[in-house]
C-alpha cells in the first residue's frame, strides 16, 4: 500500500505544480542577476531559489500563474492550463460574437454568462493570449474583474492582469491596430459565493457535467495529486553543462507570428522597453565577452572575424532580463527606448553594437582586438605593471 498522508492529499487536490526550465532562470546562470520576479510576486511563498537549484512547494502552489506570466525568460510552464484548446473554444464563440468575454474559473456561473471563457486565475491572461484571441478573429477582449481576488487564496489575479493589459494596450497603439482589449469590474457579493474550507470554490468549464465524466475528472485529478506526493517536492537543479544554454520564450514566438499574419514587416514603430528593449554598449566595453555568455535567449553575440570583433544584437530574442546588464563589469551595457523596424523582429536581424579592429601587438606580435589607445595586447600591459 502506498504510503500517503490522506491530509496531504486534500491539500494539493486542485493544485496544478508547475513545470520548470532551469538552464532559463537568471539566478541560477548566474549568482550576480538581481531578479527574483516569481519568488517576490508567488501570494503563498511556494518557490524558493538557491545557488543551483530552484523548487517550488506543490502542496502550498496555488497554480495562478503569477510566475509564469512575470518570468522574462520563459521559467515556468502551467499544467493548469493549455492555451491550444483555450484559443480553439474562442475562434467556435467569434463566429457569433467578435467580442470576446473570459475570466477566473472561480466566478459563479449565474455572474458569467454562457459565452463567458474560464481561466484558473487571471494571472494566467499574458500578451500572447491576447494576441492569439485577436489573431482568430477577435475585434474586442474584455476580462472580467469580479473582485474576488481579495477572498481567494491567490490573490494577484486582478494586479497581474491590469499589468498584462496596460502593457498590450500600448502595442497595439505603437503597431496602430484598433483591436480593443479592457478590463470590465463587475463586483460580486462574497455572500454569493460558495468555499470549500478555506478555499474559494473552482467552478469547472461545464457546470452541467455527466456522471462519467466527473468519474474522469476524479480519476485525473487524483493520479495528478498522488504523483505530486510521490515525487517529494524535490528541487529542480541545474547541470552545469546545461547552466548556458540559451533559448527565446514562447512569448515571444507568438508575438512574431501575431507581426506576421497582420503584415506589419516594414510597419516602424516606438515600443516601451517592456516589450522591446534595445540594448546598447558605451566605449567603456572591454570586450570580456561575458553579456554575450550569459544572455539566455541569445540576443547578444560575438562576431569574430580576421579584421575584428564585435558585439552583435537581436532585438527578436531580448526580453530586457537585464542579466547583461548585471554581469558587466565595466558598467557598459544599457537598456533603451528606441524605435525598431518588425522586419528586425521577423527576420531575426541583428545590429552591432561595438567593433573593435585586430590589431599587431607591438610588443609580442600576438593579433588582438584593439580596446586601449595603445597597440599592445592585454597580455603585455599586465607584463609591464608586474615586472
Known sequence: MLDIDITKLMAVWGKAPLKINPCQCLPLRSPKSGCRLCVENCPTKAIEIEQDSIKVADAICTGCGACFNLCPTGVFEMTNFEPDPFVKRAQEAITKNKSIKMGCCKVPFDHAGSEFLRLPCLAHITSSLI?????????EVMIMDAGICEVCESRCGDRIAKHTI??????????????????????????????????????????????????????????????????????????????????????????????????????????????????????????????????????????????????????????????????????????????????????????????????????????????????????????????
Open 131 to 139: 494576441l492569439r484571441l485577436l489573431s482568430a478573429g477577435a475585434d
Open 166 to 387: 496596460s502593457k498590450t494596450r500600448n502595442l497595439l497603439e505603437n503597431l496602430g491596430l484598433k483591436q480593443k482589449v479592457l478590463i470590465v469590474a463587475k463586483g460580486i457579493s462574497i455572500n454569493d459565493l460558495v468555499f470549500e474550507g478555506d478555499r474559494l470554490r473552482n467552478y469547472k468549464d461545464d457546470p452541467e457535467l455527466s456522471r462519467r465524466e466527473i468519474f474522469s475528472i476524479f480519476k485525473k485529478e487524483a493520479k495528478k495529486a498522488v504523483e505530486g506526493i510521490i515525487k517529494k517536492e524535490a528541487p529542480v537543479k541545474i547541470e552545469a553543462k546545461e547552466r548556458l544554454k540559451k533559448a527565446a520564450p514562447k512569448e515571444r514566438d507568438e508575438l512574431i507570428k501575431f507581426f506576421k499574419k497582420h503584415g506589419l514587416l516594414s510597419y516602424k514603430a516606438k515600443t516601451n522597453s517592456s516589450v522591446f528593449p534595445v540594448v546598447s554598449v558605451n566605449q567603456d566595453c572591454n570586450m570580456c565577452r561575458l553579456c554575450a555568455l550569459f544572455c539566455p535567449t541569445d540576443a547578444l553575440a560575438i562576431e569574430d572575424t580576421e579584421k575584428g570583433a564585435g558585439i552583435v544584437f537581436k532585438t527578436a530574442t531580448c526580453t530586457g532580463c537585464n542579466l547583461c546588464i548585471d554581469v558587466c563589469a565595466e558598467k557598459a551595457i544599457t537598456l533603451n527606448h528606441k524605435e525598431v523596424l518588425i522586419e528586425d523582429m521577423v527576420k531575426q536581424n541583428k545590429a552591432m553594437l561595438i567593433w573593435f579592429d585586430k590589431v599587431c601587438c607591438a610588443s609580442c606580435g600576438r593579433i588582438f582586438a584593439k580596446i586601449k589607445t595603445e597597440n599592445i595586447c592585454d597580455t603585455c600591459l599586465k607584463e609591464r605593471e608586474v615586472f
